[in-house]
C-alpha cells in the first residue's frame, strides 16, 4: 500500500537555526511531490512541488529515491515559519495521500 | 479571481437540518474536491469531481451529497449528520484532475449537535 511517514508530530527550533522537517513516502511509479503548509488561522496553501520545484520563503526539498525520501528544508528558520506542514505524495489514482503533518515551532 | 471562496465560514446544524456547503473558483479548473479536516489531523479526501463529473467517492457515507452544478461551483449538500461529522470541510481545486497543485478555500467549521 502507498504510505507516507513524516516521523515528528512537533518540531522545535531557535530563530536563525536550520529546519528539516522529515517525509518518507513508498510509491511504485515517479513519484510528483507537495509540501503543504497552513499557518494559523490561513488556509492550506502549496509549499512547495519536486516536479517544478516551485517554492516560497526559502524552503528546499530534495527528492532521494534511494531513501525514498522528501524531507524539507531551510537554512535559516523564521518565527512566521510556525506552521503545520504536510508532506503529501501521489496515490496511484493521482490523489494526494496526505502525511501525519509535522507541527513546526520556531522560539524566538 | 485566483481563489478558491467558501460559503458559509461556520455552520451549526441539527441531526435533523438539511444544509448545503457551497465552494466556488473562477480560475477555470477542472478538477474540485471535498476534503474533511479535523482538528491537528491531515485533510481526508472525500469527494473529486473531473469536469463536472464525480470521479472519486472515498466510500463517505449517503448523508453527504456533493453536486456540481457548474465548472465554477461545488455544493456538499448535509442531511441528517451525526455529531462525529463536526469539522472543517474543505474545498479545493485544480487546474487538472491529476497530480496538479490544489488550491484551498477557507473551508467551512461544520458543528452538528
Known amino acids: 500500500a502507498q504510505r507516507v511517514t513524516q516521523p515528528e508530530k512537533l518540531l522545535s527550533v531557535f530563530k536563525g537555526a536550520p529546519v528539516e522537517l522529515k517525509c518518507n513516502y513508498s510509491y511504485s511509479g515517479s513519484p510528483e511531490l507537495f509540501w503543504y503548509v497552513q499557518y494559523s488561522r490561513q488556509r492550506l496553501q502549496l509549499l512547495l512541488r519536486?516536479?517544478?520545484?516551485?517554492s516560497i520563503k526559502g524552503f528546499t526539498a530534495d527528492l532521494n529515491k534511494g531513501e525514498t525520501s522528501f524531507h524539507l528544508k531551510k537554512p535559516f528558520a523564521q518565527e512566521e515559519d510556525s506552521a503545520m506542514y504536510y508532506c503529501a505524495p501521489p496515490r496511484s489514482n493521482y490523489q494526494l495521500i496526505w502525511g501525519a503533518g509535522t507541527k513546526l515551532i520556531i522560539k524566538p | 479571481d485566483t481563489e478558491v471562496t467558501q460559503t458559509p465560514k461556520h455552520l451549526v446544524m441539527g441531526m435533523t437540518n438539511k444544509k448545503s456547503l457551497k465552494c466556488e473558483q473562477h480560475?477555470?479548473?477542472?478538477?474540485m474536491y471535498w476534503y474533511k479536516q479535523k482538528a491537528k489531523k491531515p485533510p481526508e479526501l472525500m469527494f473529486v469531481?473531473?469536469?463536472?463529473?464525480?470521479?472519486i467517492n472515498e466510500s463517505v457515507p449517503s448523508r453527504f451529497s456533493p453536486e456540481c452544478p457548474n465548472s465554477s461551483l461545488l455544493n456538499l449538500h448535509l442531511h441528517a449528520l451525526q455529531p462525529e461529522d463536526s469539522a472543517l470541510y474543505l474545498c479545493?481545486?485544480?487546474?487538472?484532475?491529476?497530480?496538479?497543485?490544489?488550491?484551498f478555500g477557507p473551508g467551512t467549521r461544520l458543528t452538528v449537535l
Open positions: 479545493a481545486s485544480s487546474r487538472e484532475p491529476s497530480t496538479d497543485t490544489q488550491y
Open positions: 519536486h516536479i517544478s520545484r516551485e
Open positions: 469531481y473531473s469536469y463536472e463529473k464525480l470521479s
Open positions: 480560475m477555470g479548473h477542472r478538477a
